[in-house]
């Protein structure tokens, strides 16, 4: 049975290069403008347009948003642990919960009965070029999301890539 | 400085305007329908939904203008938003806020829209 990875080590894209920026957040509403920010600042050095850029920043705060409210079930003191990892073409971003709750999966559409809510996956889905969901073996949910160059607009990183060591990932959901 | 979860309101005619805050989330819940609730004890035929100052707005933040929207439009009222980034206008398409409300620039397309006449009072 092939062993589910920590979280430090999942890997969504095949570059396996590049810098590692890690972020902890307590589950307080408003601290997931901590991350968006920092995702932002990473993307435009890597030079991805402005719009890919404010679709990060909105699928990396609603991840946030739904690991401290649903996965650490609003309790402050809860880490939502951010992991973003530069490639040369691609940017991926991991979300950690370190709580007992699930994650929604519903995601709102015409007729949905409550319009007013559960928008956070639906942009996350929508916005990233691929995501993938993960329950971890110690506890805990992981949402990684990946987000790619564009091939006409691909540049070489400004930043110096690196080696590093990864798992196989388990059973996770992708969509 | 404005608080960062009041929603002003005003009344000009039967337009009535909610201004709303930097960030547009849960927290921005209570002072949006406090703001609305004053704009219908006015009763404005519009509404104009001023996002100018709105630099953050999160799911929450949408389902309540989703919310808002409809309570509006139920009752025959026009919505209208304005000073949304293109980002924004984009989320707003997602969710078929954009079939519900009309989306422009600024407050004078607003006001041509509205044609300055009839429902302007």
Redesign the interface.
């Given at each position: 049975m092939t062993a589910a990875p920590s979280w430090k080590y999942d890997l969504v894209s095949d570059d396996r290069s590049g810098p590692i920026v890690e972020i902890a957040l307590p589950s307080i509403?408003?601290f997931?403008?901590v991350a968006r920010d920092a995702a932002a600042v990473v993307a435009d050095q890597m030079g991805f347009s402005p719009?890919r850029i404010?679709?990060l920043k909105?699928a990396v705060?609603?991840a946030c948003?739904n690991a401290a409210e649903h996965g650490n079930a609003g309790d402050a003191t809860a880490e939502v642990r951010v992991v973003m990892r530069v490639a040369e073409s691609s940017l991926s971003v991991s979300v950690n919960d370190q709580g007992r709750g699930i994650l929604p999966r519903e995601r709102?559409g015409?007729g949905f009965p409550d319009?007013?809510?559960?928008?956070?996956m639906?942009?996350i889905d929508?916005l990233m070029d691929r995501v993938i969901i993960a329950r971890l073996p110690e506890g805990g949910n992981q949402v990684t999301m990946e987000i790619r160059l564009a091939p006409t607009s691909a540049q070489p990183s400004s930043w110096p890539s690196s080696s590093a060591d990864g798992a196989d990932d388990g059973s996770p959901e992708e969509s | 400085m404005q608080n960062k979860f009041v929603v002003e309101h005003r009344a000009e005619g039967q337009i009535g305007y909610l201004d709303f805050p930097r960030?547009v989330?849960?927290?921005t819940r209570e002072g949006a329908y406090q703001a609305y609730f004053a704009l219908v004890r006015a009763r404005v035929r519009v509404v104009g939904m001023n996002f100018e100052a709105s630099e953050?707005l999160?799911?929450?933040g949408?389902?309540?203008i989703?919310?808002l929207v409809?309570d509006a439009v139920q009752v025959g009222r026009r919505v209208y938003g304005y000073g949304l980034?293109?980002?924004y206008r984009k989320?707003f398409g997602?969710?078929?806020l954009s079939d519900q409300m009309v989306l422009v620039s600024d407050v004078d397309e607003m006001l041509l829209q509205v044609g300055g006449g009839a429902e302007a009072g």
């Open positions: 509403p408003g997931e403008k719009d404010e679709d909105t705060a609603e948003l709102p015409p319009r007013q809510r559960g928008w956070g639906f942009f929508r | 960030d989330t849960a927290q953050y999160n799911s929450a949408i389902g309540l989703i919310s409809e980034s293109a980002h989320l997602m969710v078929g």
